[in-house]
């Protein structure tokens, strides 16, 4: 029976009755049952993302307090039922009154010998997809563009639809991305170039991991995760800097 997630508390969570702060070993044995391979370094790692936020005690300890174990609950059932990236997670949490995962919505079935192609939406044939997929009609009308424009990012592998015709919230930033960079004029066919560097740096990280995935301690590959989630969010930081020290250079190069 597929996994129903769920933004509230659950048995056998740290999430009962007030107490005292937890150490973040008593939070990693609370939360053990439910997140098997939840380790140390990947709370820290949450942590250092500014996912969760634990008070410190005068010797420098983590202290977790019931509000920081249901949010660092919330942030893993995120990612566990949802796939959703940090950055999308820490967009969601952002929004006042956010304690639930994003609402299930709807979406059309694709028409067989149509990939990728919504249609009407038919008894029976809806899909109920969690806001982690949309459908194309939504990602059209999220992104403000037309099908001909999204057609042509598809054709140039900007983005793409998996194979029941929905697409990833982080395709739908990406959609929203290129459309303003078309306003500059920047077309589709310039932008593969910068795709295909970032398929580049995550296949470098996929490489620096696959190690820790077939090691034989458990703990080490339970941190794989982690460690691909921080190799690419380093990897856009990068990319910031570098854009931002080459504008900067420019504007302080003389002619």
Do not use: N
Request: aromatic fraction near 4%; proline fraction near 7%; glycine fraction near 10%.
């Amino acid at each position: 029976m597929p996994h129903k997630p769920s933004g509230g508390a659950r048995t056998g969570t740290a999430t009962g009755p007030q107490r005292g702060p937890l150490s973040i070993g008593a939070v990693l044995r609370a939360l053990r049952a439910e997140f098997p391979e939840l380790t140390v370094a990947r709370i820290r790692f949450l942590e250092a993302e500014g996912l969760v936020e634990p008070a410190r005690s005068p010797s420098g300890g983590r202290r977790f307090r019931d509000a920081d174990v249901e949010r660092l609950v919330q942030v893993l059932r995120l990612q566990r039922d949802h796939c959703l990236s940090l950055r999308a997670i820490r967009e969601h949490l952002a929004v006042p009154g956010r304690g639930a995962p994003p609402r299930a919505v709807p979406v059309a079935a694709p028409r067989r010998g149509e990939p990728g192609r919504m249609s009407a939406p038919e008894s029976g044939t809806e899909l109920a997809v969690s806001a982690a997929r949309t459908g194309r009609r939504e990602l059209l009308g999220s992104a403000g563009v037309r099908e001909e424009e999204l057609a042509e990012w598809e054709e140039y592998g900007l983005l793409g639809p998996a194979e029941d015709g929905t697409y990833r919230l982080a395709d739908v930033a990406v959609a929203r991305l290129v459309a303003r960079l078309g306003r500059h004029g920047v077309e589709a066919r310039h932008l593969r170039s910068v795709k295909a560097a970032a398929d580049r740096q995550l296949a470098l990280a996929e490489q620096r991991v696959a190690p820790l995935r077939r090691h034989p301690d458990q703990r080490t590959r339970s941190g794989a995760e982690s460690t691909a989630e921080e190799l690419a969010d380093l990897s856009v930081r990068l990319y910031g800097a570098f854009m931002t020290s080459g504008a900067l250079a420019d504007r302080t190069r003389c002619d």
